[in-house]
T-cell receptor
Framework: DTGVSQNPRHKITKRGQNVTFRCDPI?????LYWYRQTLGQGPEFLTY????????KSRLLSDRFSAERPKGSFSTLEIQRTEQGDSAMYLC????????????????FGPGTRLTVT | GQNIDQPTEMTATEGAIVQINCTYQ??????LFWYQQHAGEAPTFLSY????GLEEKGRFSSFLSRSKGYSYLLLKELQMKDSASYLC????????????FGTGTRLQVFP
């Protein structure tokens, strides 16, 4: 396994359009996280899945944001009616928590999807 | 609430040693992480401390004092490729192990 992958790497969209990002975690990892990072800041937590269950959502995640992990493997993050303030790098991370063969809790990040809303 | 402070920028010379400090306040503490992030790239894991003391890993070491809410990352024998942002992050007690990051310290290494 080569690590966490994310698609697309870059997305430019017009204000008001919907966008969807995909994250494929490391295969044996049961925990998946979405973060958002803007220039000069550290990543901010958005949401967390353990297997297919979404167990926590940040207050940063408005109603326009929705995330899924339907089979406990890949995850999607959708932003509806995008706004210019949504422009950021969206990072996905995964880790192996309880229930896996080797729980480590270190989070491994994907390369991110850079969203630009014009 | 949770608050993490680290210097915004630091500079150092190739071959030198640099210490990047991080102080944190959290409602519950379950571990502290250091990540390295090169411009335009994803953060990569450097170290994890959950008990007090020093963890050494090659040229990088990380120290934690839970009573003081303090950590540092020590980089020895600096190389040009060490120019990057260094992110301090904590996890709090609970189920998610979500990372709460500081703003990061941008380190520039000069020849």
């Amino acid at each position: 396994d080569t690590g966490v992958s994310q698609n697309p790497r870059h997305k430019i969209t017009k204000r008001g359009q919907n966008v969807t990002f995909r994250c494929d975690p490391i295969s044996e990892h049961n925990r998946l996280y979405w973060y958002r990072q803007t220039l000069g800041q550290g990543p901010e937590f958005l949401t967390y899945f353990q297997n297919e269950a979404q167990l926590e959502k940040s207050r940063l995640l408005s109603d326009r944001f929705s995330a899924e992990r339907p089979k406990g493997s890949f995850s999607t993050l959708e932003i509806q009616r995008t706004e210019q303030g949504d422009s950021a790098m969206y990072l996905c991370a995964s880790s192996s928590g309880p229930g896996t063969s080797v729980p480590t809790y270190e989070q491994y990040f994907g390369p991110g999807t850079r969203l630009t809303v014009t | 609430g949770q608050n993490i402070d680290q210097p915004t920028e630091m500079t150092a010379t190739e071959g030198a040693i640099v210490q990047i400090n991080c102080t944190y306040q959290t409602s519950g503490f379950n571990g502290l992480f250091w990540y390295q992030q090169h411009a335009g790239e994803a953060p990569t894991f450097l170290s994890y401390n959950v008990l007090d003391g020093l963890e050494e890993k090659g040229r990088f070491s990380s120290f934690l004092s839970r009573s003081k809410g303090y950590s540092y990352l020590l980089l020895k024998e600096l190389q040009m490729k060490d120019s990057a942002s260094y992110l301090c992050a904590v996890t709090s007690t609970g189920n998610t192990d979500k990372l709460i990051f500081g703003t990061g310290t941008r380190l520039q290494v000069f020849p």
